[in-house]
């Protein structure tokens, strides 16, 4: 049972696509599900306002993290020239990187920022 639940990704095997699908099924279910009024739950309707707007969710995000990238850099006294002139720039190989904790955090931030946009542009 333990070898079955060990996935690896390389070399391919059976459980991850399975894996993948389970999760992906579970989060559309709850994402879907429907109050005694038919209506979807907090979590669908949140979901439907990015569903509804993609190209402009996908423009806005990018820009919102390059800005984010350049902003966080700035405050942590990184370089940025890399962020400014494109592959012109010579990138780093230190003293750039974050923890996960802190990706996740802006990760997070970007989603609730953009969520505002997309709201007021579908309508």
Do not use: E
């Not at 979807?40 to 990018?62: E, K, T």
């Not at 400014?84 to 750039?96: A, D, N, Q």
């Not at 955090?105 to 579908?122: D, G, H, N, T």
Request: net charge positive.
């Amino acid at each position: 049972m333990i070898s079955f639940l060990n996935v690896a990704k390389y070399p391919p095997s059976l459980p991850v696509p399975t894996d993948d699908a389970g999760a992906d099924a579970d989060g559309a279910g709850m994402a879907r599900s429907r109050d005694a009024g038919g209506r979807l739950n907090a979590l669908g309707r949140w979901i439907l306002v990015f569903g509804r707007v993609p190209l402009f969710y996908y423009v806005l995000h990018v820009f919102l993290i390059h800005l984010m990238a350049l902003a966080v850099a700035v405050v942590c006294h990184q370089p940025t020239d890399w962020l400014l002139h494109g592959r012109s720039g010579r990138l780093p190989t230190h003293g750039i990187w974050h923890g996960l904790p802190f990706v996740y955090a802006m990760w997070a931030f970007a989603i609730v920022f953009l969520y505002f946009p997309c709201a007021w542009s579908r309508t």
